[in-house]
């Protein structure tokens, strides 16, 4: 996936779940209740994801399941990665929106004319 595959994607499902992806702790998962998806869960086959990754970061799943998004992130889309998570799980979903479009400049993932 190229980085603006991997935005595209994040972006459209977390904007379209419009909730946080977690258990019944309110702690952030790859898989939550009613099907939910964090920004790093949308991005993971359901033949990859195994319930042994919840609690475990990007670092520690790309670490222990280096396949498990079905592509090897490069060093750029790692960092988007890491961000797109952070922003699943440290930011109020009303303010997804800006933080995306955040993200998009800061990756330089602007919308092409």
């Known amino acids: 996936m190229t980085d603006r595959e991997i935005f595209e994607k994040v972006r ?10 977690v258990n019944g702790g309110e702690r952030c998962r790859y898989r939550g209740a009613g099907g939910m998806k964090c920004a790093i869960g949308c991005l993971i086959p359901d033949t990859n994801y195994d319930p042994k990754m919840e609690g475990c970061g990007v ?7 280096p396949n ?15 961000e ?11 303010v997804w929106g800006p933080r995306l479009d955040k993200i998009a400049h800061i990756f330089n993932l602007k919308e092409s004319s």
Do not use: A, I, Y
Not at 12 to 21: C, I
Not at 59 to 65: E, K, N, V
């Open 59 to 65: 670092t520690g799943l790309l670490s222990r399941w």
């Open 12 to 21: 459209d499902h977390l904007l379209q779940q419009g909730r946080k992806s």
């Open 84 to 94: 797109l998570q952070l922003t699943h799980d440290h930011r109020d979903v009303d």
């Open 68 to 82: 498990c998004l079905g592509f090897e992130p490069n060093p750029s889309q790692f960092n988007l990665l890491v």
